[in-house]
């Protein structure tokens, strides 16, 4: 996930295995590669879209924080929102950040 962030774009396997491989002695194979980009795809952490003969892939979100709240949200739903919404209000400070940031769209 760290070299498609880096990479700020959307990106072949082919160019994720050269940045993985660049500072490694003994170098991942392609098929390994592609193999974790297609689970993290299945598990929508990447999101894949066709480009010629092969695809293409980029970050569903922009950190693993990002990653995280998709995955609550997508499993839970509204019952992880009302539970983010409880905790927030519990401090403060928290909830005064996050009033903050819903205003700020």
Same mark, same amino acid.
């Not at 700020?8 to 170098?27: C, F, K, Q, T």
């Not at 990002?66 to 949200?73: F, L, Q, R, S, Y």
């Given at each position: 996930?760290?070299?498609?962030?880096?990479?700020?774009?959307?990106?072949?396997?082919?160019?994720?295995?050269?940045?993985?491989?660049?500072?490694?002695?003994?170098?991942?194979?392609?098929?390994?590669?592609?193999?974790?980009?297609?689970?993290?795809?299945?598990?929508?952490?990447?999101?894949?879209?066709?480009?010629?003969?092969?695809?293409?892939? #980029?970050?569903?979100?922009?950190?693993?924080?990002? &990653?995280?709240?998709?995955?609550? &949200?997508?499993?839970?739903?509204?019952?992880?929102?009302?539970?983010? &919404?409880? #905790?927030?209000?519990?401090?403060?400070?928290?909830?005064?950040?996050?009033?903050?940031?819903?205003? #700020?769209?």
């Amino acid at each position: 996930m760290e070299a498609v962030w880096r990479a700020d774009r959307a990106v072949s396997v082919r160019e994720i295995v050269e940045a993985l491989n660049a500072g490694r002695g003994e170098p991942l194979a392609y098929t390994t590669v592609m193999t974790v980009m297609n689970r993290l795809a299945d598990k929508q952490a990447l999101a894949r879209s066709p480009a010629g003969r092969s695809y293409v892939y #980029e970050a569903t979100a922009p950190d693993p924080a990002g &990653i995280a709240v998709k995955n609550v &949200i997508r499993t839970y739903g509204d019952e992880a929102m009302a539970h983010f &919404i409880d #905790e927030a209000r519990a401090d403060p400070e928290v909830w005064r950040r996050m009033q903050r940031m819903m205003s #700020e769209d």
